[in-house]
């Protein structure tokens, strides 16, 4: 897995998984926190293509192990949204920006990855049964969800109180 930190941004790219350096990982956490003046920062895992069990459980390890600071989710991945909705894997000291989910376009047929913001895009709710969310591709043309809202954001209802209180 490779590491840039940008400022107090971390951006991730490649695998997450038993050969990912938990040590290069580790660096970049502290680097990004040592550049951070309020001890926020950013974690972009929109380039890691995937992970595995032994990449969760580490990365799941290292950020339980940086107690002073809080680390703010952005572009999240379909994959990472899934452990969110999973189990426990977001801490109080971790928030959610933005993620991405999957649409489809009857119109032409197509499927799109669009990006959403929490507190924008998504409402903050406290279930999501009768969600509904009409947004349009770059050619004008009507998307539908392509996810089922109130699993897909489970995590969002899980932690409402948390994300209303957080999410701007």
């Known amino acids: 897995m490779e590491v840039v ?4 941004t971390i951006e991730f790219s490649g695998l997450l998984n038993e050969e990912s350096s938990i040590e290069v990982i580790r660096k970049g956490l502290e680097q990004a926190f040592a550049n951070s003046k309020d001890k926020v920062i950013r974690l972009d895992f929109s380039k890691v293509k995937r992970a595995n ?14 107690k002073d600071g809080k680390c ?6 379909r994959w990472l949204v899934e452990q969110f909705n999973i189990s426990d894997f977001l ?3 971790t928030l959610v920006e933005s993620i991405q989910a999957n649409f ?3 119109s032409n047929d197509t499927h799109e990855t669009l990006l959403l913001t929490l507190g924008k895009e998504i409402p903050i709710l406290d279930n999501y049964d009768d969600f509904s969310l009409v947004l349009k591709n ?31």
């Open 104 to 106: 489809y376009c009857p």
């Open 5 to 8: 930190v940008n400022n107090t």
């Open 53 to 66: 069990s032994c990449g969760i459980l580490a990365w799941y390890k290292i950020l339980d192990g940086f």
């Open 138 to 168: 770059k050619d004008g043309l009507d998307l539908e969800i392509d996810f089922e809202p109130n699993e897909y954001f489970y995590f969002i209802a899980s932690n409402s109180k948390r994300f209303k209180g957080e999410a701007a």
């Open 91 to 93: 801490s109080d000291k």
């Open 72 to 77: 703010i989710y952005v572009n999240v991945p």
